[in-house]
């Protein structure tokens, strides 16, 4: 999952192409390079680290750039190098690419029969190369593109630049996303909005097969296999986000930054939804029969969305008693799922890109489901391929780690379920009212319950040389108790698991020994005792426990540290109960010194298999 940049321009400069892979850096960040052409020849840079290692090397002072590339890897294939970094370039012609050419092999070694060279282990350079042998049989460069990208397979999001073309730039986009941002007299695209936010707010979210040619005078975009043009004024969007979401603003990392949005980010997202949650379904175009029909709900989800998915089973079950099932979009989709009549289903995903998950939608969309996508991202593929989209307004999320995203997911399916029981008359009114006004404070919770970073912060150097965790939650509690673990493994390298409260005596005691830190995530409900009890197990084998509760009074004592987050309805303790695992691992993070924005081997969005 890598990031690329484009520019094209009368006002431009290698910053602009910089800062834009600085704004992408959360994609991949194992090398970088960029390619541009300031008039005098075409410039190419690049290297192996992050994007500081590549702005050493730069040029200084700055030049202009009337056409560039840039791009940001997490290598797939070839490991983190120079030689392995994009641009890739061959007679003049250099391709920045973020997917997998599955066929890279089988064309590679055509190529090299013809005589071709490759230098680098990539899939990706066989695209520059495929393109130099079209123009080498006689293809203008626009129809040497359409011929090479009609011989690839795989996913793909290209930027192709020619030293003998510099008056136009090439963007192609299948299964890999990108955006192209209409400035004034200047063009621009990215794998992401945040590229460009600072340049423009108006976008075309670009389609699997479209071929976009950018000069200084505009765009054009035409479907590659048709060749039929794209109105362009019909595709372009204004997104109503500002730069300033899409940087620190004084916190020291994103992650920081976006578990203190959370407030906003959940108060945004149920936003005006709440105000009329019985009407949500028909704004959402889900038709009366599909409403009068439905007998099941599937969600399907990765990482921490399918933590919201799980929190989601539990909501929409008690408040509107449809049957939900809950699955791993990379296991959904390959078992070939059994697709009732009367299934609503539901994918949730920050970026709306994640390849499994996008995979799965189209498997039930295929088999006759409804499809509904919960997600952060306006005009991101799950969004423009389901039927319904349902969006949370968090804003964008940069860290790696989610955290307000899933938060406002958790928003967004509170009112779904809200909309379910009421159209289905599981909820009366007046049921409906109490929730919504619980609901209505989730955000001044979330604020108190952020009054615990210092002592997080205090708690997390006592646990930075822990040799591993342990997560437990019981009900609801259960999927916050994964989230936490997975907080804690993807930013400071931990080792953590999450399990069921209840499992304990089924093995995971085994793990207890002397210090251990376990993590119990124990607000009042019905299985509040039952909690209690696993928490005396842990101790009774040294187990250092930390609780994470509403209810401190009956746990002073019993464990070793108490973190009291506000009361809720038990339905909603998801929302205070994760923020101080948030913090956590956050803090355990910072301390172990490790790149909580940017953690090693993981990117922002999953956009291939
Ligand atoms: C969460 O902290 C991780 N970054 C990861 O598990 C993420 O939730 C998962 O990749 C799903 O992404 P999506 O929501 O964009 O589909």
Redesign the pocket.
């Known amino acids: 999952m890598c990031g690329i940049v484009g520019y094209i321009g009368k006002s431009g400069s290698l910053q602009t192409l910089v800062d834009g892979l600085k704004r992408l850096e959360y994609r991949g960040y194992d090398s970088a390079g960029v390619v541009y052409q300031n008039g005098n020849g075409m410039e190419l840079y690049k290297t192996k680290g992050k994007l500081k290692e590549l702005q050493s090397i730069l040029p200084n002072p700055v030049p202009v750039v009337k056409v560039g590339l840039g791009h940001t890897r997490w290598a797939t294939h070839g490991i983190p190098s120079s030689i392995n970094a994009h641009p890739h370039s061959i007679d003049g012609i250099a391709v920045v690419h973020n997917g997998i050419i599955e066929n890279y092999r089988e064309l590679k070694s055509c190529l090299i029969e013809e005589g071709h060279e490759f230098v680098s282990e990539t899939d990706s350079e066989v695209v520059p190369q495929l393109i130099s042998s079209y123009i080498r049989k006689g293809l203008s460069f626009r129809e040497a593109i359409k011929a090479a990208i009609a011989r690839l397979r795989g996913s793909y999001a290209l930027g192709i630049l020619s030293k003998s073309n510099p008056e136009m730039l090439f963007a192609v986009r299948k299964g890999s996303p990108l955006v192209v941002g209409l400035g004034e007299g200047d063009f621009y695209f990215a794998s992401d909005i945040p590229a460009i936010l600072p340049y423009t707010n108006r976008f075309i979210f670009m389609e699997d097969g479209h071929l976009c040619t950018l000069t200084e005078d505009g765009v054009e975009i035409c479907n590659v296999d048709s060749g039929i043009t794209i109105p362009v004024d019909q595709k372009t969007v204004e997104v109503d986000w500002v730069p300033a979401m899409a940087e620190k603003n004084g916190f020291d990392h994103f992650m920081l930054k976006e578990i203190h949005e959370q407030p906003h980010a959940i108060m945004d997202t149920i936003g005006e939804l709440i105000e009329n949650p019985r009407g949500l379904l028909e704004n959402l175009g889900i038709s009366t029969k599909t409403i009068i029909d439905l007998r099941k709900i599937q969600i399907v ?5 399918y933590h919201a998915a799980m929190i989601g089973r539990y909501i929409i079950e008690n408040l509107a008693h449809i049957p939900v099932d809950i699955d791993i979009a990379s296991e959904y989709r390959h078992r070939d799922p059994i697709v009732e009549n009367g299934t609503l289903f539901i994918s ?7 390849a499994d ?1 996008l995979a799965a939608q189209r498997v039930a969309k295929e088999k006759g489901a409804w499809t509904l996508t919960i997600c952060n991202v306006v005009g991101s593929t799950s969004t423009r391929e389901a039927h319904s989209v349902l969006y949370t307004r968090a804003g964008p999320e940069i860290g ?3 955290t307000k ?1 899933f938060t406002s997911q958790v928003a967004d399916v509170c009112v779904l379920a809200l909309a379910l029981g009421l159209r289905r008359g599981r909820l009366s009114f007046r049921e409906a009212d109490t929730f919504k006004n619980l609901l209505l404070k989730i955000p001044g919770l979330v604020e108190k319950t952020l009054k615990n970073e210092s002592k997080i912060k205090d708690m997390a150097r006592s646990l930075i040389y822990s040799h591993g965790f342990l997560f437990l939650g019981r009900g609801l509690s259960y999927p916050v108790a994964l989230e936490g673990a ?2 804690l493994k ?1 930013i400071s390298y931990m080792h953590a698991e999450g399990y069921p409260a209840g499992e304990m005596k089924h093995g995971p005691i085994a793990l207890i020994e002397e210090g251990l830190p376990v993590v119990v995530v124990v607000p009042v409900d019905e299985l509040y005792e039952k909690t209690l009890s696993n928490i005396e197990e842990v101790k009774a084998r040294g187990g250092k426990v930390i609780a994470v509760t509403d209810e401190p009074g009956c746990l002073h004592g019993k464990v070793d540290e108490i973190i009291e987050v506000p009361s809720t309805h038990s339905s909603l303790s998801p929302f205070l109960t994760v923020i101080p695992l948030q913090l956590l691992a956050y803090y355990v993070g910072v301390l172990r010194g490790c790149d909580v924005d940017q953690p090693r081997n ?1 990117a ?3 956009t291939v298999e």
Do not use: F, M, R
């Open positions: 989800a990765c990482g921490t969305s949730i995903t920050q970026s709306g890109e994640t998950t790696v780690a989610s995203a997975l907080k993807e993981l922002k969005s999953v």
